[in-house]
């Protein structure tokens, strides 16, 4: 198109120079006119008012715009100027809004319905287990309530005097003969004299046979229950296992039998090599993975199913279950299964004898310290393996155990001939700590470390575990 205005109305660009330069050209000499002309292309023109392009109409046939910001708005369709739009409901400011409150009787507002309170979970039997140990409420008696004020002490009847009848008149009677007087007896002789003066009774202290005897008939008592007796502290090399075959051994020779000893120990225990014969390779890894059908077996046949995963002492005085060999086994050994094997084991046998490890968080040594009747806490008389037996007992406390640490009874094994000056401390130490305090002496048949046999022991060792055996059990005697 030619012209400065677009067929749209809008102003056209300016001439490019090349066509000023081609007009200078053919006008020739016509020097001011083009130079106007010249001036004239090169300046912008001027921009005209933006005026609004041409919309195609809706089909609904309106063809308002909407006002530009600051514009009036186009009022093409014939609106009248003085016309307001107002809302269509208006408040009477005569007649005051009042609140609903209800019909007459009822709450203004629905009254609030309560929550309805939720049931209190069942605590399951296996809590104790889930967050550490938590301590039950003491039973009304304690188990060692024969030994707290000053030993055993029979309950002796009152007697109650003989009910006296009252006097009954009697109306005197006629005065009888005289009668001559009876025979005077004469005296009895004087009790026997020695050396001129008169005998008298004397008391002898009991003789070491009577205390050996007296162990041994407390050893042969009636535990009312089977006994669980856990052997711990978390040093090692402080005779636990040692302890715990000896002390199996000690009461398996008096009962008779029904006494076992159990490696516990989840780092490889050693229990299985020193005690028991070894008739066959099986462990409690073996026991664990048919302890369902084991479980099922009643009396005598599951004495005999039971038997062929346990070794026996050379004499047959007590059994072995010996521990896996294999570290990674002590992750299956968790805490519901050390409950299950235990409660198989007390199916079995009277008295059992636990061998624990030196880890005081796994689950199974927990597991045991919880299920224990009696706490043995070995050492030796060093100050390191006294430190760490001390520090368990703070921890048993700790875990609402406290009764336990209380009762147990402190077993000090000299690893030497000859007594150690720090063994008086120790002893005098855990008396305050502990219910009893038992020393067993160095015996040279314990030094290599090798498979351990009762009858190899000399007299006095023998003697001194008989000793604390009897210690062991004796809350328990009926």
């Not at 007697?159 to 008149?169: E, G, K, R, Y």
Request: hydrophobic fraction near 35%.
């Amino acid at each position: 198109m030619e012209g400065s205005e677009t067929g749209w109305g809008r102003p056209a660009e300016p001439a490019p120079r090349w066509r000023a330069l081609l007009d200078r050209a053919r006008l020739g000499g016509r020097s001011a006119e083009p130079a106007a002309t010249e001036r004239r292309a090169e300046e912008p023109p001027p921009s005209p008012s933006p005026e609004p392009l041409p919309r195609r109409g809706p089909g609904t046939g309106y063809a308002g715009r909407v006002p530009a910001v600051g514009q009036p708005a186009d009022r093409s369709y014939g609106e009248e100027p003085a016309y307001r739009a107002e809302p269509a409901y208006r408040v009477d400011p005569a007649r005051p809004v009042q609140p609903y409150r209800g019909q007459p009787g009822q709450p203004p507002y629905p009254a609030p319905v309560p929550e309805p309170r939720r049931p209190e979970p069942v605590e399951s039997r296996y809590t104790l287990l889930d967050n550490g140990y938590r301590h039950a409420a003491p039973p009304v008696e304690s188990r060692y309530a024969l030994l707290d004020n000053g030993g055993y002490q029979p309950s002796s009847a009152a007697v109650a005097p003989p009910a006296v009848a009252p006097p009954v008149q009697v109306p005197p009677a006629a005065p009888l003969p005289a009668v001559a007087p009876p025979a005077v007896a004469p005296p009895a002789a004087p009790p026997a004299t020695v050396a001129g003066r008169p005998g008298r009774i004397e008391w002898r202290a009991q003789s070491a046979g009577s205390d050996l005897e007296r162990a041994a008939a407390v050893l042969r008592r009636d535990l009312g229950s089977p006994r669980v007796i856990a052997f711990a502290n978390p040093k090692g090399g402080v005779h636990k296992t040692t302890a715990t075959v000896l002390a199996a051994a000690t009461v398996g020779s008096v009962r008779g039998r029904g006494v076992l000893a159990w490696d516990d120990n989840e780092l490889r225990g050693t229990l299985g090599l020193r005690a028991g014969s070894a008739r066959h390779a099986r462990t409690i890894r073996h026991l664990v993975t048919d302890l369902v059908q084991i479980e099922i077996r009643e009396g005598a046949e599951l004495l005999e199913i039971l038997d062929d995963y346990l070794r026996h002492a050379s004499d047959g005085s007590y059994d072995v279950l010996a521990g896996e060999e294999s570290p990674r086994f002590a992750q299956r050994l968790d805490q519901f299964t050390v409950k299950r094997v235990l409660e198989l084991l007390r199916r079995t046998h009277d008295v059992i004898c636990v061998d624990t490890g030196n880890n005081v968080e796994s689950p199974n040594w927990r597991t045991v310290m919880q299920a224990a009747d009696q706490l043995v806490v070995t050492t030796v008389p060093r100050e390191d393996a006294a430190f760490s037996a001390d520090w368990m007992l703070d921890l048993l406390h700790e875990e609402g155990m406290g009764e336990l640490a209380d009762n147990a009874v402190t077993l000090i094994s000299c690893p030497t001939p000859g007594r150690l000056p720090l063994q008086n401390d120790l002893e005098r130490h855990f008396a305050t700590r502990t219910r009893a305090v038992t020393v067993v002496p160095y015996d040279p048949a314990l030094e290599t470390g090798s498979s351990i046999e009762y009858h190899q022991l000399q007299g006095e060792t023998r003697q001194a575990w008989l000793r604390a055996a009897s210690a062991m059990l004796e809350p328990f005697g009926r």
